[in-house]
């Protein structure tokens, strides 16, 4: 075990400021708690976290990090509680400490490669601070470099996972030394073989070319020498794991120099990496189609480099990367050189990627605009706060927008199980349907048969898909219900001139209509866009005359009271028909409207009395219909409606339109528009739906259809 003062001697040099004192009280208090814990090579625990935080030093790293990485498995496998670490090493470490628990308790277990990308959303997610996730990396690698302690099936589960998750994220992360060694680590145990047929090729080849590498720093640094340019040159092997990869994507095997070895410039500028760049093209010949300049076009976590490859000696190809010592910083530590330190100060490196950058970046278009300035210090995930992962029974991960409810996660997995939905259980609680889901919540839906996706649910949901959904099976309810509806509406105006509703006759008039089938016919009819009366004058047209009484607004009717010359309207607000008292009131612009005595309208009017006409429908049978409206609920059973319409057919009155406004699983309530003779046929019809046992409520509404325009009366007095 590595002692505190071995651990904190390199902070000395990156970071003079720092206290150290604090570091090792959080020293002190890990050794303490995890007195006795062994791990499974059967070693002391505190070797982990000390090695963590060596890790975190190597990144040079901020206090608050190395401390949360000696601290970081405290609260999960010791006796010590946050409230103890935000006691004695504040809210900062506090809160690194509980973010790295958080991601230790995240259930990986049934990954799937098709949702590792949502994990490490999920992950980024969760850590609230980037901070957080290099601790996590940290974790991650010290245990990996020991995997061998543990028996073979979870060396296995951990090393997918870490080809999965962790080497990908360190990757985005920037952070190339971390992610390759991650890999490698995992190579291991997951294809021993390819890895060590890769390294026999890697001993053969070497011995073929004996000493290349040097021979070749030697080659270039001899150019660069007559540029008097000061550059280091450095070579090395590439990892067998990221040889095998490009075996894989190239399907072929390995044989090419460039394929195993890579070569290094570093300089001081940037005009020099380009004057070594011209250096290195002047003396060997570039292979097309290998040239990039990332140094132009920086990659989104920040790297930057020239990549060349030339045939070098004996026409061998040589794979060279050129850049400036800060954009090797970057390109060596990512993000993570954000918090690191040089000289007891911050990295002030201008190529270090804005951790609001780089998370927008991955976050692909999730954020909009928010404000940069938010998050200069300690990242705060802003567009994943707009998300939240949840997991299903079996553990894929679902991505809802935050605000989503059991209902949306529902439709998220698939219509059917939205429309079925009766309940949902949220880590095995039963939940209302409006509950909001949180991160990393495991959400399992409960479902019936005979459910139905409800009107009331449309506020309940978030997401697109789900509201669309909902709409879309309302409307096809609708349009069952329309279609019922209509089949009655045909049936009963055919039978008043003694014709019968045949498929065929249905049939004719969607051809005339152009419909698509007769089922659009009746839909058509129980929405009121087409009456019974349309339907007879496209079968029958002689059939039509004087079967129904023309519709008030189509005759001219005399009213008693009005001047000679005076036309007069009836009032939207409150449809008055005959048999009702009537009131005129003259407004100059507007004319003469004709109000029921009771209407509400007449309230706000009181201050023009002068102006109310004394009015009497003419006197003896009208013979005009008359638009209104009828409230009614009903028992929702089958047949209920159609009965209803038949009822109203039956009595002679027209139904104009129908407009269903609550639905409950037993009971509905519908606004219905008939055209009606006068008050007494009203009555007559309302009485006999009143008395059909499946109706609650029947009453005379004046709240007009909205898409109905009231007819207008323009009548003139003899
Ligand atoms: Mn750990």
Known sequence: ????????????????????????KAYDYGLEAHTGQLRASGESYFIHPIEVARIVVQLKLDEATIKTALLHDTVEDTSSSLKQIENIFGPEVAQLVDGVTKLTNLQLSSLETKHAENFRKLFVAMSKDLRVLLVKLSDRLHNMRTIRALPLEKQVRKSRETMEIFAPLAGRMGMQSMREELEDLSFRVLNPEARNSIIRRFLTLRKETDDLIPKIINDINQQLGKENLNARVTGREKKPYSIWRKMQDKKEGFTRLSDIFGFRIVTDKETDAYIAM????????????RFKDYISHPKSNGYR????????????????QIRTNEMHEVAESGVAAHWSYKDGERVKNPFVVDPFKW??????????????????EHVKLEMFQDQVFCFTPKGEVIKL???????????????GIGDSCVGSLVDGQRVPLWTKLKNGQSVSIIRSAAQKPQSSW?????????????????REEHRSENIKVGKEIARV???????????????????KLSFGNSDDVLAALGSVELTGDELIRILYPKKVTGLSLPSFGARKLSFMGLKPGQEAKTASCCMPIPGERIVGVAIRKEG???????????????????????????????????????????YNGMGVLGRICTLIGERGANITNIDFCDRKPDFYKIIIEIHVKDLKHLSDIMTSIEVDSDISVVERTREILQRVEPGEIKSMVN
């Open 1 to 24: 075990m590595i002692s505190i003062e071995e651990l904190v001697e390199p902070i000395k040099i990156y970071n003079p400021k720092a206290d150290l004192d604090a570091i090792r």
């Open 278 to 289: 011209g250096a290195v093209h002047r003396r060997w010949r570039a292979v097309p189609g």
């Open 305 to 320: 480099s020239i990549h060349t490859t030339v045939s070098g000696r004996d026409g061998k190809r040589v794979e060279v």
């Open 359 to 376: 998370l927008r970046g991955l976050s692909e278009g999730f954020i909009q605009s928010e404000n940069p300035s938010d998050f200069f």
């Open 401 to 415: 927008p935050r605000g989503a409810t059991p209902i949306d996660f529902a439709y998220a997995i698939h219509t």
């Open 458 to 474: 449309e506020s309940m949901v978030f997401t697109g898909r789900a509201k669309s959904a909902i709409r879309r099976r309302l």
């Open 493 to 511: 105006s055919l039978k008043k001139i003694g014709k019968k509703s045949t498929e065929k006759a249905l049939n004719t008039v969607a051809k």
């Open 592 to 634: 003469i409207t004709i109000h029921a005595i009771d209407c509400d309208c007449l309230g706000d009017l009181d201050d023009n009395l002068e102006h109310w006409i004394d009015l009497r429908w003419p006197e003896g049978d009208i013979q005009t219909s008359h638009p209104t409206c009828l409230t009614i609920s009903m």
